[in-house]
Structures are given as C-alpha cells and as structure tokens.
C-alpha cells in the first residue's frame, strides 16, 4: 500500500529512518518549542486555520464512484463500507478529515485494516501517527509497531505524502518549517507574559513632597497593592501622592507586528492562497477581480493535490476499474446569477439536461420532460448573454 525506498548497503538503512532535520541555522530559541506531538504545532492560530480549511475542504465536498472514462464513464452506486470506511458511525467525512489532517501535521496516515474483500480494504481504522514507529532490519525489511506492539504487515495501511528519495516516511510540512511554526508560538508567549509578569512596571506610585528610603518605599507598595486586592472602592491617597498607569501599546512592543507576520508565513506553508484566505495581509491590493478569483486560485494551487491523494487511497478501496472522484464544483460556488449564466449555457449546448440542472440546483424533483437535451437554439447575438445588454444600457454606455 505505500512505496518504500530502500538503500543498497546495509550501513545506509539507519539513516532512512531518522526524522528530517530541522533547518541547519534555526534559530534555538524558537526550536526549543516542542512540536514532538501532532497537535502542538497548532497552537498557531494559522497553522490550525489553515490544516482545518483543507481538510473540511477535503471531506465535506462530495465524493462519487465512477467506472470508465471520457464517453464511457458511469457513475455507480456507492459501497455501503465506503459511507463509513471505519466502521465506527462517524461515516465518511469524519475519516477523511483525519486522514487528511495526519498528512497535513505528520507526512503520513496509518491505518489498522479490519476488513477487506479481496484485495480491497473495506474497513479502516485511523492510527494516531505520533503512536506508530518503525525500523528496518539487516534484511531491508520494514516492520512497524504501535505503542510498542508489532503489527501484521497484511493488515497495514501507510500512505505517505511528499515523499523524499532515500526515506520511507513521507515528509511534514511541521518538522521541516519547525522554526516558523515555532517563532510564531513564541511570539504568542512573550505576548502573554509582557503584560503579565514583564520585565517593565504597570504602574508608577510617587510622592511628590517626600523623599522615600527603600523600606519606606517598599511599605508604601505593599500598602497600597493590599487597598487595591479583592475590592473595586475607589483608594484614597495622602497628600503629596500620585498613581500613574503606564500604558504600553502592543505596537510599540512589537510583537504583534511580528505574529502577524510569521502567522502568515505558517499559513503560507501549506500552499500559495491559503495566507490570503485566511485574512493576513499578503502586501497586495484588495480587487473585486481577486476576491473573486481567490477560490479558484486556492483549488489549482494548493487545495487540489490533497483531493487527488485523498481520491487515490479511497479509488483503492474499491474494485477495479471504479475509482473515486471528489466533485470540485461545490469549492467554486458562485451567486445565483452565475450559476443560472452557467446552467443556460449547459441547456442550450446540450451537455446537461433539465433534470440534472434541478439535481445540482438543490435536488429538485425530476419533471417528466426533463429527461432529455433541450431543442437546439441559436446563440444569442455577438456571444454575449441578453442580461449583460441591459447591465450596459443601465450603466448609461
């Protein structure tokens, strides 16, 4: 189920297993961040944004069964295992979700299979990839474990992504940016802790009229700090005494400047647009042409490749030659004016008919007539849609 690689000498297989190494000039501090955990690296605000968006993306959008392609494609019935791949009733979005989160935080997804038909695995279950280790022995053999308990190799599922030549386990977009991921962690920290127990005072309380020794001052502080603990009544002071409240913007102390920042650069890790998406700023101008764009963009670019990796490992669960396909249409939504644009264009070229327009326009019920292509008719004038005419004429042009 998973392609491994393998190396020639002997000396070379303790190698392939060890982890990608963090960048060589990472800076410690932000390394010492422990990410050893799936979760922890979404402790940043971008880095789980953006692992949930492709992952909702990737398991809420529809999945059918197909056999055949061009002409000759059929849709088929669903498997009754495929609606709920575990077998647990969480059904099927839920397992893909995990599946496509374990690629996202990890490289790889492991799974224990129950059941199967054949060749095919019918019923799998999800692994907790922090919970799975392997070695290779003298022979170049793969065996893997989890929690300490070896597994039977023909009830295994690994399926990897980002593959690197030499290593059998794919590689995670965490452990390689691990000093970003961790910067923007840091910041965080020191965001919460400037204003809680920093190295700067919250306040100043002076006496204008007397010069204070240390254990006057520190009496003062002391008797002050208890008139102020467990009640909200205003604190009456002396003559000659004053309380000023330093305020210190989060500007001025730069570290929002700089989580904005590096949150960008965590989202920018799993793929061009997903920063953009997400709400931070990307140093370009905001169009009605781009926002309109910005979905499309993020499906070629970046959201894409996921379905497709998710597509091939749920295509192996079913017999040759029926295959899974993730219908995209459901990313690119658009208003209801396009949409209707788009439906009339399918009716009059006779690529769709007036049942499957009502299907994909909220399951509408069938009409008896809508069974076959509409009637030939010719294109309206010049190419251009009517609608767009009168959107001319009341602009005045």
């Known amino acids: 189920m998973s392609l491994w690689f393998r190396g020639t000498r002997q000396e070379e297989r303790a190698t392939q297993w060890a982890p990608v190494p963090y960048p060589a000039l990472a800076p410690s501090s932000y390394v010492d961040v422990n990410l050893s955990s799936a979760e922890s690296a ?34 088929r019935p669903t498997p009754s295992y495929l609606l709920d791949p575990a077998g647990d009733g969480q059904g099927l979005p839920d397992w893909c979700y995990q599946v496509v989160e374990s690629w996202l935080l990890r490289g ?39 929690t300490g308990r070896p597994v039977n190799p023909d009830r295994w599922l690994h399926q990897r992504v980002n593959p690197v030549p030499g290593r059998v386990l794919g590689l995670s977009p965490v452990a390689w940016h691990a000093a970003t991921i961790g910067l923007s962690i840091t910041s965080v920290r020191f965001g919460e802790s400037w204003f809680r127990d920093g190295a700067h005072p919250s306040a100043l309380l002076t006496n204008e009229e007397a010069t204070l020794n240390e254990d006057q001052a ?48 965590c989202a920018r890790i799993f793929g061009p ?41 749920l295509s192996s669960m079913l017999p040759r030659p029926q295959y899974v396909r993730i219908d995209r249409d459901g990313l690119l939504q658009s208003t209801t004016l396009e949409r209707y644009r788009a439906n009339e264009i399918a009716l009059r070229n006779r690529w769709k008919t007036v049942n499957e ?41």
């Open 42 to 75: 979404m402790q940043s605000i971008a880095v789980r944004g953006a692992i949930d968006l492709i992952a909702s993306l990737a398991s809420e959008l529809p999945a059918e069964v197909y056999s055949g392609t061009g002409t000759d494609r059929v849709r």
């Open 108 to 146: 790889n997804v492991y799974g224990d299979v129950l059941d199967h038909r054949g060749t095919c695995p019918t019923q799998i279950q999800l692994l907790h990839p922090d919970d799975v280790s392997g070695w290779i022995d003298e022979n170049g053999t793969v065996h893997w474990s989890v």
């Open 218 to 265: 520190r009496q003062a502080k002391h008797r002050f700090l208890a008139a102020l603990r467990g009640t909200r009544e205003p604190v009456v002071l002396g003559k000659g005494w004053k309380y000023q409240q330093i305020q210190i913007s989060p500007e001025e102390s730069q570290f929002l400047a700089t989580q904005g920042y590096t949150e960008a650069q």
């Open 273 to 313: 647009g997903i920063a953009e998406v997400l709400g931070y700023e990307s140093g370009g101008s905001m169009t009605y042409s781009n926002v309109e764009s910005r979905s499309t963009h993020l499906l070629v670019y970046s959201v894409n490749k996921w379905l497709s990796r998710l597509e091939r490992l």
């Open 357 to 397: 327009v009502r299907q994909s326009e909220g399951d509408l019920p069938p009409v008896p007539w809508g069974n076959e292509p509409n009637p030939t008719s010719p294109a309206p004038p010049g190419g251009a849609h009517p609608d767009e005419h009168d959107d001319d004429q009341e602009d005045g042009s």
